[in-house]
């Protein structure tokens, strides 16, 4: 298949390109950057796509998914949650290990690959639990999962509270040259909490998770990451505390990275007036200040990724009252309108946005994928930027419909979404 | 004006002018309670729910009380906590009853926004007799219908809220109710049992009894759970009791003609001294009396306001 892209504006962080150009791609690679495509546009192997007016660039890496599978197909598969990522313009997903059985030894991953092979149409690179069972006590088998392709360690969902194991965790880590991924949440302090501490929640009775709980452990692990020289990436920074100490950290030369989500930079918890279940999600949506020190966060390069830490649920799951439900927002399929956002606010200019989305999760994960230089694999995107959009979540491909941001107006469209030279989604 | 809620869910939601319509209507309803025959046409043929996940018995015994002075058919539903372990769900149980004929489903219920869930997915009006550590829209009122009953106007009185904040749905929605209708709150108890940011509605924060009950026109104590010494938010109740406890010589900083209420049931020589729950400035047993009016008043409206009669 032969695929070209003409006329659209190419933005590659990995090689600093942001100009109009026509893409080619053949083989599943990319090809080159033809100034003369009349020989292209005859030839009937060629497909042609007009991307006059639209961004081409590297498709979006998302480091943080919850595929589900094994063991909790009814909210979503490896099949289904790909889809969605396609649907996203994302073209390789992070997944993590909680599921059932965990993913916490090499068995393990390998059927998530296999079935991401024959299922799935993006690319997936699980990321393996930390400790057996992620029960935080016992250092799973790292090494095999690594030979078997994981890309990162965590125990995603929980945190290790025992910081002798994280500190082990760390150490044996570095022996694979993979980053440790933290889940910071100190248990006994958000222990019974379904959302952030604050006016709203005293007022809507709910227990609250303070600050404080994720401020605590992204300290402690910065400093277990400064003993032990590992790269530590934090999860879902949701607390202007954490981004502090992450810039801190960083000013001293400490090898930390960061992400932050979507419903992080865009909502306060304010939204959980009215109880509706879809905005519990764990780290909980903070406060206004909070939202806006993550913005800054991410304009002054504290928080280097965009993840959507999509986590799918099924809506009887999350019909019932606000304390049984389960934490988590379906993501993928409503991550780039979001982060355009950021654009439009003057947050964040196209390519740095693009970047947090492409290179730098490459980067972390130690990809090749996450650009578009000649010879590289074809991972692409095109999308309108300026296309107005009403979010509807029926129709996701996720089977997870559990979206806080149903009927949202927002700017922002996947056209076509291409992994490995082959058209998987388009609109 | 009218009142034109489907639901009581919260005195959150409800305007000061929303708020005197059922104070007004209470005393109507306290007026048939006073009767020989105490009872009323104005719910015939309306089917009323008492659906009841925790245990109580003097809401529910006055939720009930009220329904029949009303004429309502009355059912009172009692999942027990084998039912919900069996794995039916809150909404499913309430769809089960509505489709019985239910108009109106009064509920209590352990969580926090269950009455929500319901008045969100279900066709019929919704009465909040208590969920979760957030509002008690009925207890409220009915404490709102005494003081005024006893002090005639509400703006103006200095009213603390004394114990365990963080879990009291008695005590958030009486902020919101007397905030609403003019009167100066304040809130006192352990630091550990006062809600985050709770000063941004208005109210007065302290933690320290004495200089919180200095001059106030009412006293609304709060019951301590023991429950909460375990998970570590005070030492013992001996400790409580002597720093947090209502006794005489505490109730003479007050003004003289304080009142002293409670929400009952009351843990004496805990929160309350026994002297101070029987003493003449204790409005305990009106409250309890008055509740039935209040509740006849909320039935009633939601009844007719949310178009149901």
């Known amino acids: 298949m032969k695929i070209l892209i003409k006329d659209g504006r190419v933005i590659d962080p990995s090689q600093g390109m942001d100009e109009v150009r026509n893409l080619f791609i053949e083989d599943g690679k990319i090809k080159g950057y033809p100034l003369n495509i009349e020989e292209l546009e005859r030839d009937p192997n060629v497909q042609t796509i007009s991307a006059s007016g639209k961004i081409v660039s590297p498709g979006f890496i998302d480091m943080h998914v919850h595929l589900r599978e094994p063991g909790f197909e009814h909210k979503e598969t490896i099949h289904t949650g790909c889809a969605a990522a396609a649907g996203g313009g994302f073209t390789s997903v992070v997944c993590m290990p909680n599921t059932n059985p965990v993913n916490d030894n090499a068995s393990v991953t390998e059927y998530i690959l296999l079935k991401a092979r024959t299922e799935g149409v993006v690319n997936v690179f699980p990321v393996g639990a930390i400790t057996k069972g992620q029960k935080g006590e016992m250092l799973a088998e790292i090494g095999e999962m690594w030979e078997a392709g994981c890309v990162a360690i965590s125990d995603d969902g929980r945190p290790v509270m025992n910081s002798r194991v994280m500190r082990y965790a760390m150490e044996y880590a570095k022996a694979f040259g993979i980053p440790v991924i933290s889940h910071a949440e100190d248990i006994n302090l958000s222990s019974g909490g379904v959302m952030n501490e604050g006016l709203t929640s ?204 149903h009927g949202w107006k927002l700017s922002g469209c996947v056209l076509y979404t291409i992994v490995g030279g082959k058209l998987v989604f388009s609109n | 004006m009218g009142f034109r809620q489907k639901h009581i869910l919260g005195l959150e939601e409800l305007s000061s002018e929303e708020i005197r319509f059922v104070l007004d209507t209470a005393e109507s309803m306290k007026e048939v309670s006073e009767r020989d025959v105490k009872k009323v046409p104005a719910l015939k043929g309306v089917t009323v729910i008492n659906l009841f996940f925790e245990p109580s018995t003097r809401t529910r015994a006055s939720f009930e009380i009220a329904e029949k002075r009303l004429s309502a058919d009355v059912l009172n539903f009692t999942p027990s906590e084998s039912s919900v372990v069996k794995g039916e769900t809150l909404l499913d149980t309430a769809r089960n009853l509505e489709a019985m004929g239910a108009s109106v489903i009064v509920i209590r219920h352990s969580m926090s926004g269950a009455p929500w869930l319901l008045a969100r997915e279900l066709r019929s009006s919704i009465i909040n007799a208590g969920d979760g550590s957030h509002e008690h829209p009925s207890q409220a009122l009915l404490d709102l219908f005494t003081i005024r009953e006893i002090k005639k106007e509400i703006a103006g009185l200095k009213v603390v809220i004394v114990g365990d904040i963080s879990h009291s749905r008695v005590a958030r929605s009486n902020i919101w109710g007397l905030i609403k209708l003019g009167a100066e709150v304040r809130i006192v108890g352990p630091p550990t049992m006062i809600p985050r940011d709770i000063e941004k509605t208005g109210v007065k924060v302290y933690y ?41 010589e505490r109730l003479r900083l007050a003004k003289e003609d304080v009142v002293v209420m409670h929400p009952g049931p009351i843990n004496r020589g805990v929160e309350l001294s026994s002297e101070v729950a029987d003493d003449v400035h204790s409005v305990i047993l009106n409250q309890v009396s008055n509740g039935i009016a209040v509740r006849m008043a909320m039935l009633y409206l939601v009844a007719s306001g949310g178009g149901n009669v």
């Open chain 1, 202 to 405: 005293s007022m809507l009775g709910l227990r609250g998770i303070p600050n404080a709980s994720e401020e605590v452990i992204v300290a402690r692990d910065i400093t277990l990451a400064e003993l032990t020289g590992v790269h530590l990436h934090i999860a879902h920074v949701s607390t202007s505390g954490a981004v502090r100490l992450i810039r801190d950290a960083k000013g001293r030369g400490v090898n930390v990275t960061a992400e932050v989500t979507p419903h992080h930079f865009t909502l306060t918890d304010k939204s959980v007036l009215g109880y509706d279940t879809n905005v519990k999600v764990n780290p909980p949506i903070r406060a206004k200040e909070d939202m806006e020190a993550i913005r800054e966060g991410l304009r002054d390069g504290t928080i280097d990724v965009i993840a959507t830490d999509h986590a799918p649920h099924t809506e009887d799951e999350k019909k019932v009252e606000f304390d049984l439900a389960p934490f988590g927002i379906s993501g993928l399929e409503t991550a780039l309108a979001l982060a355009l956002k950021l654009v439009e606010d003057g947050v964040l200019t196209l390519p740095e946005m693009i970047k947090k989305l492409t290179s730098t999760p490459a980067q972390i994960i130690k990809s090749t994928r996450g650009t578009l230089k000649v010879g590289a694999v074809a991972d692409v995107v095109v999308f309108d930027p300026n296309k107005i959009i009403t979010v509807d979540r029926e129709r996701f491909r996720s089977k997870g419909k559990n979206t806080p941001f």
């Open chain 2, 208 to 248: 320290k009894l004495d200089s919180a009950i200095e001059g106030v026109d009412v006293v609304i104590m709060l019951r301590i759970q023991k429950e909460r010494q375990e998970s570590g938010l005070f030492p013992s109740l001996r400790e409580y009791s002597r720093f947090y406890g209502l006794t005489r």
